[in-house]
């Protein structure tokens, strides 16, 4: 009313760029995590950990993130076009499952590293001079590489927005209050709690492989988890 057509296009605008944006950080995750898997599927079963080879870079020659960013997009290009999508969102409704079980595991990981391993807080220096054979391992609280995260959490932190019409179709809107509150409060728990004993479990002993220089190459087994 107050800025006219402009304002109007502009409000339709604005969200659509963002959306795309988160979009765009979904998929190159999604195209991250599928091409290591293939990777560690295929020495799961063949044993043959030589003759695959993760690639860092895309590439059209060999095997690489290229082909599996295309599977991806002819996948969700499929499952878009159709216009009864109820079946696949019951299918990903079954997602927390999944979700809670990775939970469990990374918070049984990091309870069993904090009986095995001799943590302290240090600087990144510190860390990087750990001797990975023995128990004692150098937590980092604060470091200025911060920026390589920024864009992965806030895409998460986007789709809470989704929350407006889980409240819009509450059952018991006079409730709203209190179950808005008590989501974030669940979210905000899970993120302290998943990220600090992540941080703690992969720091174990049991994982020294991860930092070893001379690990095997293509690193496919770090890549996937």
């Not at 795309?20 to 091409?35: I, K, P, R, S």
């Amino acid at each position: 009313m107050w800025v006219g057509p402009p304002g109007f296009y502009a409000g339709l605008i604005a969200p659509a760029i963002l959306i795309l944006g988160a979009v765009c950080v979904f998929f190159v995750t999604m195209n991250q995590v599928l091409y290591p898997m293939i990777l560690a599927v295929d020495v799961w079963i063949s044993g043959n950990k030589e003759g695959v080879i993760f690639r860092q870079s895309p590439t059209w020659e060999w095997f690489s993130s290229n082909y599996t960013a295309i599977f991806i997009l002819a996948l969700v290009t499929i499952v878009c076009s159709k216009k009864d999508i109820k079946i696949f969102m019951k299918i990903g409704s079954y997602g927390v499952i999944f979700i809670v079980l990775l939970m469990v595991f990374i918070i049984y990981t990091g309870i069993k590293s904090l009986t095995d391993t001799n943590f302290s807080i240090g600087t990144m220096e510190e860390s990087n001079a750990t001797d990975w054979d023995g128990k004692d391992r150098t937590l980092v609280l604060f470091y200025k590489n911060y920026p390589l995260l920024l864009g992965t959490l806030c895409a998460g932190y986007f789709l809470h927005t989704c929350s407006l019409s889980i409240v819009r179709n509450s059952a018991s809107p006079e409730k709203t209050t209190r179950d808005v509150f008590l989501g974030y409060l669940l979210v905000f728990l899970s993120y302290a709690v998943v990220g600090t004993l992540g941080y703690i479990g992969f720091m174990g002993t049991d994982f020294a492989w991860y930092f070893e220089q001379d690990y095997p190459k293509g690193q496919i087994d770090q890549n996937c988890l």
